[in-house]
């Protein structure tokens, strides 16, 4: 099933304080320039419609949240979101997850990574595209502080069992911890559209949580 249609954007909206370019992220690092404050920093890969960075932005203020989307127009409308909430601590890049990762985040500088329903590029001949590779595992390691989080969940069982494979190489990396599914409060009460979707569908989500050793 493909993507719906997305709203439109009011073209009034400023979005120039939440949307970047990839290449606009100064670098070295700098986050006291993007978000204004050195707080414990929480990345996406691949933020979609941007519920996850909406809802978690608004419940931990203490932390700030970037998610990175390569898609132009899925960059735009996370960025909407987020300014229509007014929210400070949370910004939409428009890029490659993976140069963030492995050319503009600094080693050891975040709290949580997310990758949420990744793309599972379904022919064998293609697998190469998926996000989830050695390479990028090994970045994740790299960026995350000791003790940092990293979240992956997706709704295809194959994509799930050779990527904790992948990270059972990770000797840096413990886990997998369960993510219990807890019922839904309300209609956006999920973690992404993705997920809204697969659960109202009756299908599995396959959930894990890994954790850097310190």
Same mark, same amino acid.
């Given at each position: *099933?493909?993507?719906?249609?997305?709203?439109?954007?009011?073209?009034?909206?400023?979005?120039?304080g939440?949307?970047?370019?990839?290449?606009?992220?100064?670098?070295?690092?700098?986050?006291?320039?993007? /978000? $204004?404050?050195?707080?414990?920093?929480?990345?996406?890969? $691949?933020?979609?419609? $941007?519920?996850?960075?909406e809802?978690?932005?608004?419940? *931990?203020?203490?932390?700030?949240?970037?998610?990175?989307?390569?898609?132009?127009?899925?960059a735009?409308?996370?960025?909407?979101?987020?300014?229509?909430?007014?929210?400070?601590?949370?910004?939409?890049?428009?890029?490659?997850?993976?140069?963030l990762?492995?050319?503009?985040?600094?080693?050891?500088?975040?709290?949580?990574?997310?990758?949420y329903?990744?793309?599972?590029?379904?022919?064998?001949?293609?697998?190469?595209?998926?996000?989830?590779?050695?390479?990028?595992?090994?970045?994740?390691?790299?960026?995350?502080?000791?003790?940092?989080?990293?979240? /992956?969940?997706?709704?295809?069982?194959?994509?799930?069992?050779?990527?904790?494979?992948?990270?059972?190489?990770?000797?840096?990396?413990?886990?997998?911890?369960?993510?219990?599914?807890?019922?839904?409060?309300?209609?956006?009460?999920?973690?992404t559209?993705?997920?809204?979707r697969?659960?109202?569908?009756?299908?599995?989500?396959?959930?894990?949580?890994?954790?850097?050793?310190?």
């Open positions: *099933m493909g993507r719906r249609a997305l709203r439109k954007i009011d073209p009034a909206l400023d979005l120039s939440h949307l970047y370019e990839l290449d606009q992220l100064s670098q070295p690092w700098d986050a006291q320039r993007l /978000f $204004g404050r050195n707080a414990p920093l929480e990345v996406e890969i $691949g933020s979609g419609k $941007g519920l996850f960075l809802t978690a932005a608004l419940e *931990m203020p203490q932390h700030d949240f970037l998610g990175i989307e390569v898609s132009r127009k899925y735009r409308f996370t960025a909407a979101r987020l300014a229509c909430r007014e929210l400070p601590n949370a910004r939409s890049v428009r890029g490659d997850g993976l140069r990762l492995g050319e503009v985040l600094p080693g050891q500088g975040v709290t949580a990574v997310h990758v329903f990744p793309d599972p590029w379904w022919k064998k001949r293609h697998r190469k595209r998926r996000v989830l590779t050695g390479p990028f595992l090994d970045d994740v390691v790299r960026v995350l502080k000791p003790q940092g989080r990293f979240h /992956f969940w997706t709704d295809v069982k194959e994509y799930y069992d050779t990527t904790l494979a992948l990270i059972a190489q990770q000797a840096s990396l413990q886990g997998p911890l369960a993510v219990p599914q807890r019922p839904a409060a309300h209609t956006l009460d999920y973690h559209h993705f997920e809204r697969t659960r109202l569908q009756g299908a599995p989500v396959y959930r894990s949580l890994f954790v850097k050793r310190a």
